[in-house]
């Protein structure tokens, strides 16, 4: 993770994947560099979800920025590969939108919160 801003402990990190997971059933994801990148700049994002492994890192370097004009909540995990599978797809991804946390909406707030706090 050479271009993560800060550590997320490995607590946090599990605790992202089940919100992506019930976000995924139960609210609205958005799965892709792409459509993430689309997400943030509709406005449309409750935390964005950054895969600290990508490679090269300059595929996911513009959307943190993004995400402080907007003022969206980012984090970092460490497996493209585990945040694929948490999205419910069979292959890797580089990021995850949650736009709509559905019944991980408490989740996605604690996280946004702990986040806020690794940041100061």
């Given at each position: 993770?050479?271009?993560?801003e800060?550590?997320?402990?490995?607590?946090?990190e599990?605790?992202?994947?089940e919100?992506?997971?019930?976000a995924?059933?139960?609210g609205?994801?958005?799965i892709g560099?792409?459509?993430?990148?689309?997400?943030i700049e509709?406005?449309?994002?409750?935390?964005?979800?950054?895969?600290?492994d990508?490679?090269p890192?300059?595929?996911?370097?513009h959307?943190?920025?993004?995400?402080?004009?907007?003022d969206?909540t980012y984090t970092?995990?460490?497996?493209?590969?585990?945040l694929?599978?948490?999205a419910?797809?069979?292959?890797?991804?580089?990021?995850v939108?949650?736009?709509d946390?559905?019944?991980?909406?408490?989740?996605?707030?604690?996280?946004?919160?702990?986040?806020?706090?690794l940041?100061?």
């Amino acid at each position: 993770m050479s271009y993560t801003e800060f550590d997320v402990p490995e607590s946090l990190e599990e605790k992202t994947y089940e919100a992506i997971e019930k976000a995924r059933d139960t609210g609205k994801i958005r799965i892709g560099t792409n459509e993430t990148t689309k997400s943030i700049e509709r406005d449309n994002t409750d935390i964005v979800v950054i895969a600290g492994d990508v490679e090269p890192a300059e595929i996911v370097m513009h959307i943190p920025a993004l995400c402080g004009e907007k003022d969206i909540t980012y984090t970092f995990v460490g497996s493209k590969e585990e945040l694929g599978m948490a999205a419910g797809i069979n292959v890797q991804t580089a990021t995850v939108a949650i736009s709509d946390s559905g019944s991980a909406k408490d989740d996605v707030e604690e996280i946004i919160e702990k986040i806020k706090e690794l940041k100061e």
